[in-house]
């Protein structure tokens, strides 16, 4: 029998972003999903098939939005998927917490004309918070049915399945004062009658300035009539000193604001912490911590300045000492005037201090001492050692196994456990191949080449090498979100990146891109302009090393005195604000505005970290694995064409003669392509040997390190670039950064020759 088409319906899942709708799109649908670009656009978009609902009816997770007027190309998309001509249901995901911002995209469904299941999501997170809202006054008050749902735990998904079916048009009505009134019922007589969605809705949005609705009328509408909607839009334009888009916002955050305070209770609750946990944290955790950063920062002066002071001096062991203990006296006397005496929560003290203009630096700087020793040392270090060596193996030699041991560290005993005669992956795929095919097979190389094979490569690199740190990174990642501190460094940084161009959203790919910038350039997505996207993605390229880079060249700069670590940080976070002040200068398009809404500081929730560490790392090995492997695949034509040794010899000169670096790194610099960290290694490893006796020289290895780390993207990150901004820009970054990463080498190589 067939079916009958008539019944036949799509669900789009729409909501802002980090709401929860891809849990619940993977709930309703299962492994029955694809994904694909949405057309014309480099803008992926997942659709699958609802099995429980009768007819398999096809669900759309739509990009997040935080509005339906877009500014970016994520908001656009799914502002015209609301758009095309077929009989639709909506389930918007709101995060219950955050209701105001979910309800400003329920006011706009409604005025589209669009049936639609509000679905709270992290209705515990709500809870844990002493929040409450009244869904019953909610539902009587929007006319919609209401769930409440925690996705990660399925609760709520049975009703969901149940209410799609009879989803109804939300009853709201936003009164925009006369003057916009007229303008909407001026524009509403020229747009023609078979508009998919209410003719008001479209009105409200070429009012707003909706430069791409406009673009999509030019089919349907004559020059005459497009004409007329632009003047309508003028006079009114006329009697506000505003954009229109601003008062239209304006009405509907008001008219949300006082829709969420009838239907939100806030159970105040007596923050209370033990006294025995507030004097810890008063009078030794804090004091010790504002101790350390005062000594560390006053080292690090000293270093500078015993550059020219004889080696030894007491003052540099007197000075920190000092400065540290003044930092320790001083934090200890503000926390205790401030907070100690008013009983303060620590929870709330550290909510305060996070945005303190003074005290909120040195908590950074000591955050991301903790993420490099978290992910730079143990998940760049140790477990990628094991991974790589061990389990994988890094070649087709074999490994020898390795040892599981119990490490007792009072004693300092070690009782090794049992031996696991494991020689690695590549070992054993190694030798299966051999058995199939010749060594010497074409077939062979392309997979097991160790330079540029697929699996000795390609794969090992993604899974045994990158995957362990954006593992802990994504761990760090998640704590630092779901404590309540990413929202406070946001707000810390605007100020700083709204002189490059950005604003204090930024900071969450940034801070990404010290795990992986392959996967950070995929977060740039959240900024708002095209022209934030293209700032942020190109310095990720240019200025923000991985951790695995990272960790190497922190090793290899320990090596040598402390003011070349210091002159390195400085030279890279120079060319970061000056690339980035530069790039918003020239590049065409407007900064967006900053709105983050700043959640109380807890403590973290372990399975709020886990489950979002889960789905990150889903997300990591379902989109950056195949570009791995497709940049390795790259590199291994590259190779047997002779590509990379014509490279070579063409580039020796520049870096002799340039740089004033040995030709032996030549080849370090185009490993770095490949992998970075392997590249700065492989120079590293160059410089020691042409130094010979005499050691190596650090003004060479400050130059190559500064190269490097500003040097072309690594390969998979240079396609995820081709992939997010499209081939013109990647290029033209590429372009750009290649040259200039060499002339700043070359610049530094002549001030460094002064002394």
Not at 164 to 187: R, T
Not at 351 to 368: K, S
Not at 392 to 397: D, P
Request: net charge positive.
């Amino acid at each position: 029998m067939p079916k009958d088409e008539s019944n036949l319906y799509k669900i789009a899942l729409v909501g802002n972003p980090n709401v929860g709708k891809s849990v619940i799109f993977g709930l309703l649908t299962g492994k029955y999903v694809t994904v694909s670009n949405y057309p014309g656009t480099t803008v992926e978009i997942s659709k699958g098939v609802c099995k429980g609902l009768a007819g398999g009816m096809e669900v759309i997770d739509t990009p997040g939005v935080n509005s339906l007027i877009p500014l970016s190309e994520d908001e656009r998309v799914t502002r015209d998927m609301l758009l095309v001509d077929y009989d639709k249901r909506v389930v918007q995901v709101v995060d219950a917490k955050n209701l105001s911002r979910g309800l400003l995209i329920t006011t706009q469904l409604a005025e589209m004309g669009l049936p639609v299941v509000l679905t709270l999501n992290m209705w515990d997170e709500l809870l844990d918070r002493g929040m409450n809202i009244d869904v019953n006054a909610l539902q009587k008050i929007l006319n919609v049915d209401i769930v409440k749902a925690i996705a990660t735990h399925r609760v709520g998904i049975n009703s969901l399945y149940n209410l799609i079916p009879s989803a109804k048009v939300p009853n709201l009505h936003i009164d925009y004062g006369n003057l916009i009134e007229e303008g909407i019922s001026e524009i509403q007589k020229i747009l023609p009658n078979d508009m998919v969605v209410n003719k008001r809705a479209l009105a409200i949005m070429l009012l707003s300035g909706d430069n791409s609705l406009e673009e999509n009328l030019h089919d349907k509408l004559p020059k005459n009539s497009i004409e007329g909607i632009q003047r309508v839009r003028d006079g009114v334009q006329a009697h506000f000193s505003n954009p229109l888009s601003y008062a239209i916002n304006i009405k509907r955050a008001n008219f949300v604001k006082t829709l969420v305070e009838r239907v939100t209770a806030i159970s105040i609750k007596e923050r209370k912490t033990h006294p025995f946990l507030r004097c810890l944290f008063f009078y030794f955790l804090a004091p010790l911590a504002a101790f350390f950063m005062g000594y560390k920062l006053m080292t690090l002066l000293m270093c500078l300045i015993s550059f020219w002071l004889p080696s030894g001096n007491v003052l540099n062991f007197i000075v920190p000492l000092v400065a540290g203990g003044m930092s320790s006296l001083g934090f200890s006397l503000y926390l205790y005037l401030g907070e100690y005496n008013a009983k303060s929560a620590i929870a709330d003290v550290l909510g305060r201090i996070t945005m303190h203009p003074v005290a909120a630096f040195p908590i950074l700087v000591i955050i991301l001492w903790i993420i490099y020793k978290l992910v730079g040392e143990f998940g760049a270090g140790t477990c990628v050692d094991f991974f790589e060596n061990k389990i994988f193996g890094r070649s087709l030699v074999a490994s020898g196994g390795f040892d599981i041991y119990i490490y007792i560290p009072f004693i300092q005993k070690e009782y090794i456990f049992t031996h696991i005669n494991f020689q690695g992956f590549n070992y054993y795929f190694g030798l299966l191949a051999q058995k199939l095919i010749s060594k010497d097979n074409i077939v062979f190389e392309l997979f097991l080449n160790e330079q540029s094979g697929l699996i000795q490569v390609g794969l090992t690199y993604a899974i045994a090498i990158v995957f362990p740190i954006v593992g802990f990174f994504f761990l760090a990642f998640g704590i630092m979100e779901d404590s309540g501190y990413l929202p406070r460094l946001a707000v810390m940084v605007d100020k700083v990146f709204k002189r490059i161009g950005l604003n204090g959203k930024a900071i969450l790919p940034m801070v990404l891109g010290l795990g992986c910038d392959t996967m950070a350039t995929m977060t740039t997505r959240i900024l708002n302009t095209k022209k934030e996207r293209i700032i942020a993605t190109l310095l990720l390229a240019l200025a923000i090393p991985c951790s695995a880079q990272l960790g190497v060249i922190s090793s290899v700069l320990g090596s040598v005195p402390g003011i070349y670590f210091a002159a390195y940080v400085f030279v890279i976070c120079t060319q970061l604000l000056f690339v980035g002040y530069l790039s918003s200068k020239v590049l065409p398009g407007v900064s967006s505005d900053f709105l983050m809404e700043i959640p109380p500081f807890r403590m973290p929730k372990l399975s709020n970290i886990f489950i979002k560490t889960f789905y990150r790392i889903h997300w990591f090995l379902k989109e950056a694995v195949p570009l791995f492997m497709l940049g390795t695949l790259a590199l291994f034509v590259a190779t047997k064409l002779g590509v990379l040794s014509f490279v070579e010899r063409m580039v020796s000169p520049i870096i002799k003669n340039f740089l004033g670096l040995p030709v032996e790194t030549t080849r370090g610099f185009i490993l770095g392509f490949l992998r970075r960290d392997y590249g700065a290694v492989s120079i590293f490893k160059a410089l020691e040997e042409t130094g010979g006796s005499s050691g190596i020289d650090p003004k060479q290895l400050l130059v190559s390190l500064t190269v490097i780390t500003l040097f072309i993207p690594c390969l998979a990150n240079f396609f995820v670039m081709i992939k997010e901004q499209g081939v013109k820009n990647a290029f033209l970054m590429f372009a750009f950064i290649l040259p200039y990463s060499i002339l700043i080498g070359g610049i530094l190589r002549i001030i460094l020759q002064q002394f």
